[in-house]
Protein backbone atom coordinates (compact mmCIF):
# COMPACT_ATOMS: atom_id res chain seq x y z
CA UNK A 1 0.00 0.00 0.00
CA UNK A 2 2.84 2.02 0.03
CA UNK A 3 2.72 3.67 -3.32
CA UNK A 4 -0.74 5.00 -2.51
CA UNK A 5 0.49 7.10 -0.04
CA UNK A 6 0.19 10.11 -1.93
CA UNK A 7 -3.21 9.64 -3.91
CA UNK A 8 -4.77 11.55 -1.11
CA UNK A 9 -2.81 14.84 -0.54
CA UNK A 10 -2.89 17.98 -2.86
CA UNK A 11 0.18 20.31 -3.40
CA UNK A 12 1.12 22.67 -0.88
CA UNK A 13 -0.54 25.80 -0.32
CA UNK A 14 -3.81 24.37 -2.46
CA UNK A 15 -7.58 23.81 -1.08
CA UNK A 16 -10.31 21.94 -1.62
CA UNK A 17 -13.77 24.01 -1.45
CA UNK A 18 -16.14 21.41 -0.01
CA UNK A 19 -19.78 21.92 -0.87
CA UNK A 20 -21.21 24.73 1.88
CA UNK A 21 -17.51 26.51 1.92
CA UNK A 22 -17.52 26.73 -2.24
CA UNK A 23 -21.48 27.83 -2.23
CA UNK A 24 -20.74 30.59 0.25
CA UNK A 25 -17.56 31.73 -2.31
CA UNK A 26 -20.08 31.26 -5.36
CA UNK A 27 -22.01 33.55 -3.38
CA UNK A 28 -19.97 36.13 -3.31
CA UNK A 29 -18.76 35.92 -6.55
CA UNK A 30 -22.16 36.57 -7.37
CA UNK A 31 -22.38 39.49 -5.46
CA UNK A 32 -19.36 40.98 -6.30
CA UNK A 33 -20.01 39.68 -10.63
CA UNK A 34 -23.57 41.65 -10.45
CA UNK A 35 -22.49 44.64 -8.67
CA UNK A 36 -19.72 45.27 -11.66
CA UNK A 37 -22.22 44.49 -13.98
CA UNK A 38 -24.52 47.14 -12.53
CA UNK A 39 -21.51 49.76 -12.44
CA UNK A 40 -20.87 49.27 -16.32
CA UNK A 41 -18.08 47.38 -15.77
CA UNK A 42 -17.82 43.68 -18.47
CA UNK A 43 -16.04 40.92 -17.31
CA UNK A 44 -13.26 39.10 -19.43
CA UNK A 45 -11.41 35.97 -18.95
CA UNK A 46 -7.52 35.37 -19.34
CA UNK A 47 -5.57 32.47 -20.01
CA UNK A 48 -4.43 30.73 -16.41
CA UNK A 49 -0.86 30.40 -18.26
CA UNK A 50 1.05 33.23 -20.01
CA UNK A 51 4.82 33.43 -20.91
CA UNK A 52 6.78 34.58 -18.38
CA UNK A 53 8.12 37.55 -19.75
CA UNK A 54 4.69 39.35 -19.89
CA UNK A 55 3.94 38.98 -16.81
CA UNK A 56 7.42 40.16 -15.37
CA UNK A 57 6.92 43.65 -17.21
CA UNK A 58 7.61 46.66 -15.24
CA UNK A 59 7.49 44.44 -12.06
CA UNK A 60 10.99 44.38 -9.52
CA UNK A 61 12.43 40.95 -10.24
CA UNK A 62 12.41 40.02 -6.77
CA UNK A 63 8.44 38.80 -8.05
CA UNK A 64 9.99 35.64 -10.05
CA UNK A 65 10.82 34.19 -6.96
CA UNK A 66 7.20 33.90 -6.26
CA UNK A 67 5.84 32.38 -9.39
CA UNK A 68 4.89 29.13 -10.44
CA UNK A 69 7.01 28.66 -14.01
CA UNK A 70 7.33 25.45 -16.41
CA UNK A 71 8.16 25.38 -19.97
CA UNK A 72 6.63 24.66 -23.32
CA UNK A 73 7.40 22.73 -25.85
CA UNK A 74 9.89 25.36 -27.80
CA UNK A 75 11.14 25.80 -23.77
CA UNK A 76 9.92 29.56 -23.53
CA UNK A 77 9.04 30.15 -20.16
CA UNK A 78 5.68 30.12 -19.01
CA UNK A 79 4.06 31.51 -15.87
CA UNK A 80 0.53 31.07 -13.83
CA UNK A 81 -0.73 34.05 -13.44
CA UNK A 82 0.29 36.23 -10.01
CA UNK A 83 -2.77 38.64 -10.03
CA UNK A 84 -5.12 39.98 -12.65
CA UNK A 85 -3.73 43.59 -13.84
CA UNK A 86 -0.71 42.89 -15.71
CA UNK A 87 -2.95 39.89 -18.24
CA UNK A 88 -5.58 42.68 -18.43
CA UNK A 89 -3.08 45.37 -19.92
CA UNK A 90 -1.84 42.78 -22.23
CA UNK A 91 -5.41 42.25 -23.45
CA UNK A 92 -5.71 45.76 -23.60
CA UNK A 93 -3.10 46.77 -25.80
CA UNK A 94 -3.42 43.43 -27.94
CA UNK A 95 -7.08 42.67 -28.92
CA UNK A 96 -9.04 45.70 -27.51
CA UNK A 97 -6.94 48.26 -29.01
CA UNK A 98 -9.21 50.00 -30.57
CA UNK A 99 -11.82 49.37 -28.30
CA UNK A 100 -13.97 52.77 -26.86
CA UNK A 101 -12.11 54.40 -24.33
CA UNK A 102 -12.50 54.67 -21.23
CA UNK A 103 -12.75 50.98 -21.06
CA UNK A 104 -14.42 49.31 -17.67
CA UNK A 105 -13.25 45.64 -17.72
CA UNK A 106 -14.27 43.25 -14.46
CA UNK A 107 -12.55 39.78 -13.38
CA UNK A 108 -13.19 37.12 -10.97
CA UNK A 109 -10.32 34.30 -11.12
CA UNK A 110 -7.82 32.14 -9.67
CA UNK A 111 -4.04 33.33 -9.12
CA UNK A 112 -1.04 31.96 -8.00
CA UNK A 113 1.72 32.98 -5.88
CA UNK A 114 4.50 30.55 -4.62
CA UNK A 115 5.45 31.84 -1.16
CA UNK A 116 4.66 30.86 2.65
CA UNK A 117 0.75 30.26 2.51
CA UNK A 118 -0.76 32.93 5.00
CA UNK A 119 -4.22 33.84 6.55
CA UNK A 120 -6.94 33.62 3.65
CA UNK A 121 -4.32 33.33 1.18
CA UNK A 122 -2.59 29.99 -0.11
CA UNK A 123 -0.78 29.74 -3.09
CA UNK A 124 -3.78 29.13 -5.71
CA UNK A 125 -6.39 31.92 -4.38
CA UNK A 126 -9.28 33.80 -5.81
CA UNK A 127 -9.59 37.84 -6.60
CA UNK A 128 -12.05 39.37 -7.99
CA UNK A 129 -11.38 43.20 -9.17
CA UNK A 130 -12.26 45.76 -11.72
CA UNK A 131 -9.74 48.06 -13.93
CA UNK A 132 -10.68 51.16 -15.80
CA UNK A 133 -8.37 52.36 -19.07
CA UNK A 134 -8.35 55.61 -20.67
CA UNK A 135 -8.64 58.09 -17.80
CA UNK A 136 -6.72 60.49 -15.88
CA UNK A 137 -9.27 62.19 -13.97
CA UNK A 138 -9.50 61.93 -10.28
CA UNK A 139 -13.43 61.27 -10.72
CA UNK A 140 -12.14 57.43 -12.17
CA UNK A 141 -10.36 57.23 -9.29
CA UNK A 142 -12.83 57.86 -7.17
CA UNK A 143 -15.20 55.35 -8.88
CA UNK A 144 -12.73 52.90 -8.31
CA UNK A 145 -12.33 53.92 -4.80
CA UNK A 146 -16.52 53.99 -4.24
CA UNK A 147 -16.77 50.41 -5.73
CA UNK A 148 -14.22 48.58 -4.13
CA UNK A 149 -16.30 50.13 -0.67
CA UNK A 150 -19.55 48.97 -2.24
CA UNK A 151 -18.17 45.92 -3.22
CA UNK A 152 -17.17 44.87 0.72
CA UNK A 153 -20.25 46.26 2.11
CA UNK A 154 -22.20 44.20 -1.01
CA UNK A 155 -20.53 41.16 0.59
CA UNK A 156 -21.48 41.46 3.64
CA UNK A 157 -18.76 43.64 5.56
CA UNK A 158 -19.94 46.06 7.88
CA UNK A 159 -16.92 47.28 9.58
CA UNK A 160 -13.36 48.01 7.67
CA UNK A 161 -11.56 51.08 6.37
CA UNK A 162 -8.94 51.90 3.29
CA UNK A 163 -6.24 53.90 3.67
CA UNK A 164 -5.42 55.86 0.55
CA UNK A 165 -2.17 57.37 -0.41
CA UNK A 166 -0.61 58.73 -3.61
CA UNK A 167 3.03 56.91 -4.64
CA UNK A 168 4.15 60.83 -5.66
CA UNK A 169 4.26 62.11 -2.30
CA UNK A 170 6.48 60.11 -1.41
CA UNK A 171 8.51 60.23 -4.57
CA UNK A 172 8.17 64.00 -4.41
CA UNK A 173 9.33 64.74 -0.81
CA UNK A 174 13.14 62.48 -1.58
CA UNK A 175 12.91 64.77 -4.60
CA UNK A 176 12.69 68.17 -2.52
CA UNK A 177 15.76 66.76 -0.35
CA UNK A 178 17.86 66.02 -3.81
CA UNK A 179 18.47 62.44 -2.39
CA UNK A 180 20.75 60.05 -4.95
CA UNK A 181 19.16 57.39 -6.69
CA UNK A 182 21.00 54.68 -4.03
CA UNK A 183 19.87 56.79 -1.03
CA UNK A 184 15.90 57.12 -2.37
CA UNK A 185 16.37 53.20 -3.02
CA UNK A 186 17.53 52.36 0.37
CA UNK A 187 15.17 54.10 1.94
CA UNK A 188 12.06 52.57 -0.36
CA UNK A 189 12.98 49.29 0.55
CA UNK A 190 13.24 50.02 4.36
CA UNK A 191 9.67 51.65 3.86
CA UNK A 192 8.56 48.37 1.51
CA UNK A 193 9.66 46.45 4.15
CA UNK A 194 7.64 48.06 6.30
CA UNK A 195 11.24 48.76 8.89
CA UNK A 196 10.86 52.04 10.59
CA UNK A 197 14.28 51.25 12.17
CA UNK A 198 16.10 51.13 9.58
CA UNK A 199 14.52 53.95 8.08
CA UNK A 200 15.50 56.21 11.02
CA UNK A 201 18.94 54.58 10.84
CA UNK A 202 19.11 55.73 6.91
CA UNK A 203 17.59 59.07 7.68
CA UNK A 204 20.24 59.66 9.92
CA UNK A 205 23.24 58.78 7.72
CA UNK A 206 22.38 61.28 5.41
CA UNK A 207 23.88 64.59 5.06
CA UNK A 208 20.53 66.75 5.41
CA UNK A 209 19.31 69.39 8.08
CA UNK A 210 17.45 68.08 11.56
CA UNK A 211 14.24 69.37 9.42
CA UNK A 212 14.66 67.11 6.67
CA UNK A 213 15.28 63.79 8.61
CA UNK A 214 12.66 64.86 11.08
CA UNK A 215 10.11 64.97 7.52
CA UNK A 216 11.65 61.56 6.34
CA UNK A 217 11.29 60.26 9.61
CA UNK A 218 7.64 61.00 9.72
CA UNK A 219 6.44 59.15 6.28
CA UNK A 220 5.10 55.97 7.48
CA UNK A 221 3.76 58.25 10.40
CA UNK A 222 1.45 60.66 8.05
CA UNK A 223 -2.04 58.74 8.64
CA UNK A 224 -5.25 60.42 9.43
CA UNK A 225 -7.94 62.63 8.50
CA UNK A 226 -8.77 65.26 6.26
CA UNK A 227 -6.86 67.69 8.60
CA UNK A 228 -3.99 65.74 8.71
CA UNK A 229 -3.65 66.15 4.74
CA UNK A 230 -4.13 69.47 5.23
CA UNK A 231 -1.25 69.36 7.76
CA UNK A 232 1.08 67.29 5.10
CA UNK A 233 1.36 70.42 2.86
CA UNK A 234 3.84 71.92 5.15
CA UNK A 235 5.84 68.91 4.42
CA UNK A 236 5.10 69.68 0.58
CA UNK A 237 7.96 71.51 -0.69
CA UNK A 238 7.86 70.91 -4.45
CA UNK A 239 5.16 70.67 -7.41
CA UNK A 240 4.99 67.01 -7.60
CA UNK A 241 4.22 66.34 -3.83
CA UNK A 242 1.79 69.43 -3.69
CA UNK A 243 -0.39 68.06 -6.85
CA UNK A 244 -0.29 64.52 -5.04
CA UNK A 245 -1.94 65.99 -2.25
CA UNK A 246 -4.04 67.89 -4.43
CA UNK A 247 -5.09 64.66 -6.51
CA UNK A 248 -5.98 63.30 -2.86
CA UNK A 249 -7.99 66.20 -1.94
CA UNK A 250 -9.77 66.01 -5.21
CA UNK A 251 -10.61 62.40 -5.05
CA UNK A 252 -12.20 62.77 -1.15
CA UNK A 253 -14.21 65.81 -2.38
CA UNK A 254 -15.32 63.56 -4.82
CA UNK A 255 -15.68 60.08 -2.76
CA UNK A 256 -18.40 62.37 -0.56
CA UNK A 257 -20.88 62.73 -3.04
CA UNK A 258 -21.15 58.77 -3.55
CA UNK A 259 -21.25 59.14 0.17
CA UNK A 260 -18.77 56.84 1.23
CA UNK A 261 -15.77 58.62 2.50
CA UNK A 262 -16.09 57.70 6.37
CA UNK A 263 -14.79 54.53 5.34
CA UNK A 264 -11.65 56.42 4.01
CA UNK A 265 -9.02 57.74 6.03
CA UNK A 266 -5.44 58.61 4.48
CA UNK A 267 -2.42 57.34 4.78
CA UNK A 268 0.78 58.89 3.15
CA UNK A 269 3.21 56.05 3.99
CA UNK A 270 1.14 53.35 2.33
CA UNK A 271 3.60 51.13 0.27
CA UNK A 272 1.78 48.25 -2.08
CA UNK A 273 4.03 45.47 -2.82
CA UNK A 274 3.83 45.94 -7.06
CA UNK A 275 5.91 48.34 -8.16
CA UNK A 276 3.57 49.49 -11.39
CA UNK A 277 1.67 52.10 -9.23
CA UNK A 278 2.05 55.66 -10.19
CA UNK A 279 -0.84 57.93 -8.44
CA UNK A 280 -3.16 57.65 -5.52
CA UNK A 281 -2.95 53.64 -3.99
CA UNK A 282 -4.96 52.07 -2.04
CA UNK A 283 -5.65 48.88 0.67
CA UNK A 284 -8.64 47.79 2.87
CA UNK A 285 -8.29 46.34 6.66
CA UNK A 286 -10.94 44.73 8.57
CA UNK A 287 -10.70 43.89 12.45
CA UNK A 288 -9.42 40.81 12.68
CA UNK A 289 -7.77 39.96 10.10
CA UNK A 290 -3.67 40.99 10.22
CA UNK A 291 -4.04 41.04 6.26
CA UNK A 292 -5.84 43.65 4.06
CA UNK A 293 -8.79 42.45 2.18
CA UNK A 294 -8.22 44.24 -1.00
CA UNK A 295 -5.65 47.12 -2.54
CA UNK A 296 -5.61 48.51 -5.88
CA UNK A 297 -4.09 52.11 -7.23
CA UNK A 298 -3.22 53.84 -10.84
CA UNK A 299 -1.02 52.63 -12.76
CA UNK A 300 -0.25 54.72 -15.34
CA UNK A 301 2.75 53.47 -17.22
CA UNK A 302 1.80 49.87 -17.57
CA UNK A 303 -0.03 49.63 -20.38
CA UNK A 304 2.75 51.58 -22.49
CA UNK A 305 5.01 48.85 -21.58
CA UNK A 306 3.23 46.76 -23.29
CA UNK A 307 3.51 49.36 -26.26
CA UNK A 308 0.16 50.82 -25.76
CA UNK A 309 0.74 54.32 -23.88
CA UNK A 310 -3.04 54.44 -21.54
CA UNK A 311 -3.73 55.55 -18.11
CA UNK A 312 -5.67 53.04 -16.05
CA UNK A 313 -6.39 52.38 -12.72
CA UNK A 314 -8.39 49.17 -10.59
CA UNK A 315 -8.41 47.30 -7.69
CA UNK A 316 -8.63 43.48 -6.63
CA UNK A 317 -10.05 42.01 -3.68
CA UNK A 318 -9.52 38.41 -2.09
CA UNK A 319 -12.62 36.18 -1.77
CA UNK A 320 -10.99 33.90 0.77
CA UNK A 321 -10.19 36.88 2.86
CA UNK A 322 -13.42 38.98 2.73
CA UNK A 323 -14.99 34.96 3.53
CA UNK A 324 -13.01 34.05 6.25
CA UNK A 325 -13.54 37.85 7.56
CA UNK A 326 -17.31 37.49 7.85
CA UNK A 327 -16.65 34.29 9.93
CA UNK A 328 -14.44 36.04 12.23
CA UNK A 329 -16.79 38.95 12.74
CA UNK A 330 -20.16 36.24 12.98
CA UNK A 331 -21.61 37.99 10.28
CA UNK A 332 -23.84 36.68 7.78
CA UNK A 333 -22.59 34.87 4.48
CA UNK A 334 -24.69 35.63 1.38
CA UNK A 335 -25.34 32.48 0.96
CA UNK A 336 -28.00 30.62 -1.21
CA UNK A 337 -30.57 29.12 0.88
CA UNK A 338 -31.44 25.77 0.99
CA UNK A 339 -35.47 25.30 0.93
CA UNK A 340 -37.11 22.33 0.00
CA UNK A 341 -36.15 18.38 0.35
CA UNK A 342 -38.91 16.78 -1.85
CA UNK A 343 -40.14 13.29 -1.21
CA UNK A 344 -42.51 11.23 -2.39
CA UNK A 345 -44.22 7.45 -1.65
CA UNK A 346 -43.56 4.90 -4.21
CA UNK A 347 -45.68 5.41 -7.61
CA UNK A 348 -45.76 9.08 -7.18
CA UNK A 349 -42.09 9.59 -9.32
CA UNK A 350 -44.27 11.85 -11.85
CA UNK A 351 -46.34 13.94 -9.47
CA UNK A 352 -42.95 14.42 -7.60
CA UNK A 353 -41.12 15.38 -10.99
CA UNK A 354 -43.87 17.97 -11.47
CA UNK A 355 -43.94 19.66 -8.18
CA UNK A 356 -40.33 20.12 -8.38
CA UNK A 357 -40.49 21.78 -11.41
CA UNK A 358 -42.76 24.15 -9.99
CA UNK A 359 -40.84 24.67 -7.08
CA UNK A 360 -37.95 25.46 -9.06
CA UNK A 361 -39.54 27.80 -11.07
CA UNK A 362 -40.85 29.83 -8.06
CA UNK A 363 -37.16 30.19 -7.44
CA UNK A 364 -37.01 27.93 -4.57
CA UNK A 365 -33.53 25.35 -4.12
CA UNK A 366 -35.62 21.77 -4.50
CA UNK A 367 -33.65 18.51 -3.55
CA UNK A 368 -35.77 15.16 -5.17
CA UNK A 369 -35.36 12.31 -3.51
CA UNK A 370 -33.64 9.49 -6.16
CA UNK A 371 -36.08 6.60 -4.39
CA UNK A 372 -39.65 6.71 -2.55
CA UNK A 373 -39.41 6.98 0.93
CA UNK A 374 -41.63 6.74 3.84
CA UNK A 375 -42.15 10.21 5.72
CA UNK A 376 -39.72 8.99 8.57
CA UNK A 377 -36.83 8.18 6.38
CA UNK A 378 -37.55 11.59 4.56
CA UNK A 379 -37.45 13.94 7.51
CA UNK A 380 -34.52 12.20 8.65
CA UNK A 381 -32.86 12.88 5.39
CA UNK A 382 -34.24 16.39 5.19
CA UNK A 383 -32.77 17.19 8.34
CA UNK A 384 -29.08 15.63 7.76
CA UNK A 385 -28.61 17.74 4.16
CA UNK A 386 -29.71 21.06 6.04
CA UNK A 387 -33.09 21.60 4.00
CA UNK A 388 -35.77 24.13 6.00
CA UNK A 389 -38.54 22.36 4.44
CA UNK A 390 -39.75 18.86 3.84
CA UNK A 391 -42.17 18.41 0.92
CA UNK A 392 -43.84 15.12 0.65
CA UNK A 393 -45.79 13.45 -1.75
CA UNK A 394 -47.98 10.59 0.48
CA UNK B 1 -9.39 32.75 19.71
CA UNK B 2 -8.38 35.69 18.06
CA UNK B 3 -9.97 39.00 18.90
CA UNK B 4 -11.89 40.76 16.23
CA UNK B 5 -12.45 43.78 19.15
CA UNK B 6 -11.21 47.10 18.38
CA UNK B 7 -10.96 48.16 21.93
CA UNK B 8 -7.89 46.04 23.13
CA UNK B 9 -4.51 46.38 22.23
CA UNK B 10 -2.99 43.10 22.41
CA UNK B 11 0.70 42.50 22.93
CA UNK B 12 3.17 39.99 22.87
CA UNK B 13 5.68 39.59 24.96
CA UNK B 14 8.64 36.86 24.77
CA UNK B 15 10.02 34.12 28.05
CA UNK B 16 12.91 34.77 29.04
CA UNK B 17 15.42 37.36 29.26
CA UNK B 18 13.68 40.63 27.42
CA UNK B 19 10.13 39.80 29.44
CA UNK B 20 11.01 41.51 32.76
CA UNK B 21 12.75 44.11 30.59
CA UNK B 22 9.95 44.77 28.28
CA UNK B 23 7.28 44.27 31.15
CA UNK B 24 9.44 47.31 32.88
CA UNK B 25 9.42 49.44 30.11
CA UNK B 26 5.93 49.42 29.23
CA UNK B 27 5.10 49.72 32.83
CA UNK B 28 6.97 53.26 32.59
CA UNK B 29 4.07 54.54 29.81
CA UNK B 30 1.21 52.82 31.93
CA UNK B 31 0.82 49.79 29.57
CA UNK B 32 0.95 46.81 32.30
CA UNK B 33 -1.72 44.03 34.44
CA UNK B 34 -2.15 42.81 37.47
CA UNK B 35 -0.27 39.24 37.62
CA UNK B 36 2.24 40.00 34.22
CA UNK B 37 4.35 37.81 34.78
CA UNK B 38 6.56 35.29 32.42
CA UNK B 39 6.21 32.27 35.27
CA UNK B 40 2.14 32.97 34.92
CA UNK B 41 0.06 29.92 34.28
CA UNK B 42 -1.84 32.00 32.88
CA UNK B 43 -1.26 32.80 28.99
CA UNK B 44 -3.44 35.50 28.53
CA UNK B 45 -3.38 38.76 31.35
CA UNK B 46 -6.00 40.97 30.63
CA UNK B 47 -5.95 44.81 31.87
CA UNK B 48 -9.58 45.67 31.57
CA UNK B 49 -9.46 49.08 33.16
CA UNK B 50 -6.69 50.41 29.75
CA UNK B 51 -8.00 47.80 27.50
CA UNK B 52 -4.93 46.08 26.95
CA UNK B 53 -4.17 42.48 26.69
CA UNK B 54 -0.58 40.62 27.40
CA UNK B 55 -0.20 37.28 25.72
CA UNK B 56 3.23 35.37 27.39
CA UNK B 57 4.54 33.08 24.29
CA UNK B 58 7.72 31.48 23.69
CA UNK B 59 10.45 33.69 22.30
CA UNK B 60 10.70 32.54 18.32
CA UNK B 61 6.43 32.31 18.08
CA UNK B 62 6.13 36.32 18.66
CA UNK B 63 6.84 37.35 15.25
CA UNK B 64 4.14 34.36 14.04
CA UNK B 65 1.55 36.39 16.34
CA UNK B 66 1.76 39.58 15.23
CA UNK B 67 2.32 38.65 11.44
CA UNK B 68 -0.85 37.01 11.84
CA UNK B 69 -2.38 39.36 14.05
CA UNK B 70 -3.04 37.28 16.74
CA UNK B 71 -1.26 39.98 18.81
CA UNK B 72 -1.28 43.87 17.81
CA UNK B 73 2.45 44.82 18.89
CA UNK B 74 4.97 42.63 20.20
CA UNK B 75 8.68 42.87 21.82
CA UNK B 76 11.00 40.90 19.99
CA UNK B 77 15.07 40.22 19.60
CA UNK B 78 16.19 41.82 16.09
CA UNK B 79 18.03 38.44 15.57
CA UNK B 80 14.52 35.80 16.04
CA UNK B 81 12.87 39.28 13.66
CA UNK B 82 15.15 38.50 11.44
CA UNK B 83 15.34 34.73 11.56
CA UNK B 84 11.51 34.50 11.01
CA UNK B 85 11.61 36.52 7.79
CA UNK B 86 7.68 37.49 9.18
CA UNK B 87 5.92 40.61 7.31
CA UNK B 88 5.34 42.80 9.98
CA UNK B 89 6.08 46.65 10.88
CA UNK B 90 9.60 47.02 12.98
CA UNK B 91 8.40 49.84 15.06
CA UNK B 92 10.72 50.90 17.37
CA UNK B 93 14.08 50.20 19.00
CA UNK B 94 14.03 49.24 22.33
CA UNK B 95 17.66 49.63 22.76
CA UNK B 96 17.68 46.83 25.71
CA UNK B 97 18.80 42.82 25.08
CA UNK B 98 22.02 43.72 23.57
CA UNK B 99 23.65 41.00 21.78
CA UNK B 100 25.49 40.08 18.11
CA UNK B 101 25.32 37.71 15.90
CA UNK B 102 28.74 36.34 14.75
CA UNK B 103 30.71 34.10 13.18
CA UNK B 104 32.85 32.23 15.23
CA UNK B 105 35.51 29.34 14.71
CA UNK B 106 38.32 27.09 17.03
CA UNK B 107 41.15 29.64 17.70
CA UNK B 108 43.60 26.42 16.99
CA UNK B 109 42.32 25.88 13.67
CA UNK B 110 41.43 29.36 12.60
CA UNK B 111 41.68 29.82 8.47
CA UNK B 112 43.37 33.53 6.82
CA UNK B 113 40.13 34.38 5.52
CA UNK B 114 36.58 34.05 5.71
CA UNK B 115 36.82 32.56 1.91
CA UNK B 116 38.58 29.94 3.28
CA UNK B 117 35.43 28.62 4.99
CA UNK B 118 33.49 28.11 2.04
CA UNK B 119 31.54 24.71 1.59
CA UNK B 120 32.45 24.19 5.22
CA UNK B 121 29.69 22.87 7.25
CA UNK B 122 28.32 25.71 10.09
CA UNK B 123 26.35 25.18 13.15
CA UNK B 124 23.35 27.61 13.98
CA UNK B 125 20.27 28.15 15.45
CA UNK B 126 20.08 30.74 12.81
CA UNK B 127 20.04 29.30 9.38
CA UNK B 128 18.05 31.95 7.70
CA UNK B 129 20.31 34.45 8.60
CA UNK B 130 23.62 32.72 8.48
CA UNK B 131 23.07 31.95 4.86
CA UNK B 132 21.62 35.33 3.83
CA UNK B 133 25.18 36.46 5.08
CA UNK B 134 27.36 33.81 3.26
CA UNK B 135 25.35 34.44 0.13
CA UNK B 136 26.19 38.11 0.21
CA UNK B 137 30.21 36.65 0.36
CA UNK B 138 29.00 34.73 -3.07
CA UNK B 139 29.71 31.72 -0.65
CA UNK B 140 28.32 28.29 0.09
CA UNK B 141 27.97 26.42 3.42
CA UNK B 142 26.35 23.36 4.34
CA UNK B 143 23.89 24.52 6.93
CA UNK B 144 23.28 22.48 10.44
CA UNK B 145 20.50 23.76 12.43
CA UNK B 146 20.92 23.31 16.14
CA UNK B 147 18.43 23.98 19.03
CA UNK B 148 21.01 25.29 21.83
CA UNK B 149 24.36 24.86 22.66
CA UNK B 150 25.48 25.88 19.60
CA UNK B 151 29.50 25.89 20.81
CA UNK B 152 29.74 22.83 20.75
CA UNK B 153 28.69 22.15 16.96
CA UNK B 154 32.77 22.88 16.27
CA UNK B 155 33.75 20.79 19.14
CA UNK B 156 32.51 17.53 18.84
CA UNK B 157 33.66 17.61 15.13
CA UNK B 158 29.96 18.47 13.71
CA UNK B 159 30.87 21.56 12.06
CA UNK B 160 33.75 23.84 11.49
CA UNK B 161 31.86 26.77 12.30
CA UNK B 162 29.24 28.52 14.35
CA UNK B 163 26.97 31.19 13.86
CA UNK B 164 25.27 32.62 17.09
CA UNK B 165 24.81 35.40 18.86
CA UNK B 166 27.03 36.58 21.61
CA UNK B 167 26.69 38.93 24.62
CA UNK B 168 29.69 38.89 26.38
CA UNK B 169 31.56 36.34 24.62
CA UNK B 170 32.62 34.18 27.56
CA UNK B 171 31.32 31.02 26.76
CA UNK B 172 33.30 31.35 23.22
CA UNK B 173 36.30 31.99 25.24
CA UNK B 174 35.14 29.14 27.77
CA UNK B 175 35.05 26.60 24.79
CA UNK B 176 38.08 27.62 22.65
CA UNK B 177 36.08 29.30 19.95
CA UNK B 178 36.97 33.31 18.50
CA UNK B 179 34.84 35.00 16.82
CA UNK B 180 36.44 35.72 13.17
CA UNK B 181 33.47 38.24 11.62
CA UNK B 182 30.43 39.99 13.35
CA UNK B 183 27.02 39.55 10.42
CA UNK B 184 24.39 41.94 12.72
CA UNK B 185 23.92 43.98 15.88
CA UNK B 186 21.09 43.14 17.54
CA UNK B 187 18.28 44.96 20.60
CA UNK B 188 14.77 44.22 21.33
CA UNK B 189 12.45 45.56 19.07
CA UNK B 190 9.27 46.89 19.19
CA UNK B 191 7.06 45.25 16.42
CA UNK B 192 3.40 45.50 14.76
CA UNK B 193 0.73 43.98 12.80
CA UNK B 194 0.30 45.65 9.36
CA UNK B 195 -2.86 46.23 9.72
CA UNK B 196 -3.45 47.28 13.69
CA UNK B 197 -0.84 49.49 12.56
CA UNK B 198 -3.32 50.92 10.36
CA UNK B 199 -6.66 50.27 12.59
CA UNK B 200 -5.44 51.31 15.52
CA UNK B 201 -3.12 54.11 13.99
CA UNK B 202 -3.97 56.63 16.79
CA UNK B 203 -3.45 54.58 19.97
CA UNK B 204 -0.11 53.23 18.04
CA UNK B 205 1.10 55.96 17.45
CA UNK B 206 1.08 57.89 20.49
CA UNK B 207 2.37 54.85 22.57
CA UNK B 208 5.12 54.88 20.18
CA UNK B 209 5.53 58.75 21.05
CA UNK B 210 5.62 57.87 25.23
CA UNK B 211 7.85 54.98 24.84
CA UNK B 212 10.28 57.44 22.37
CA UNK B 213 10.28 59.98 25.65
CA UNK B 214 11.06 57.06 28.48
CA UNK B 215 13.73 55.96 25.26
CA UNK B 216 15.02 59.45 25.53
CA UNK B 217 15.00 60.44 29.00
CA UNK B 218 16.96 57.27 30.12
CA UNK B 219 19.50 57.23 27.16
CA UNK B 220 20.09 61.08 28.53
CA UNK B 221 20.56 60.03 32.52
CA UNK B 222 23.23 57.71 31.36
Known amino acids: ?238 EQSRRALDNLSEIYRLLKSYGVEQYVRFDLGIIRDFSYYTGMVFEAYTPGLGFPLCGGGRYDHLLSDFGNACPATGFGMGIERILLALERQGLEKPKRARNIYLSYAAGKEAQAVERARVLRQEGKTVELALTPQDKAEAVKMQQAKGYAELVYLA | MQSTSMDYLTIALPKGKLFGLSADLLAKIGYTAEGLSDKSRKLIITNEEKKIKFIVSKTADVPTYVEYGAADLGVIGKDVLLESGKDVYELLDLGFGRCHLMMA ?118
Open chain 1, 1 to 238: MEKDKNVLEIPYGTRDFLPSEAADKRAIETKLAELFAEWGYEEVVTPTIEYLDNLTLGSSVSLQDHLFKLFDRDNRTLALRHEMTTPIARLVSSRLKDYPLPMKLSYISSVFRQEQTQMGRQCEFHQAGVELMGSTSAFADAEILALAIQGLLRSGLKDFQICLGQVEFLNGIMEQYQLPAEAKDKLKAAMEQRNLVELETLVDQLGLSDNAKAVLKKLPLLNGGEAMLKSAYDLALN
Open chain 2, 105 to 222: VPKDEKRAKLLDYNHTRVATKFPHIAEQFFNRHGMQMEYIKLNGSIELGPIVGLSESIVDIVETGTTLRENGLEEIVSIQDATARLIANRVSFKMKFDRIHTMISDLRTILESEAAAK
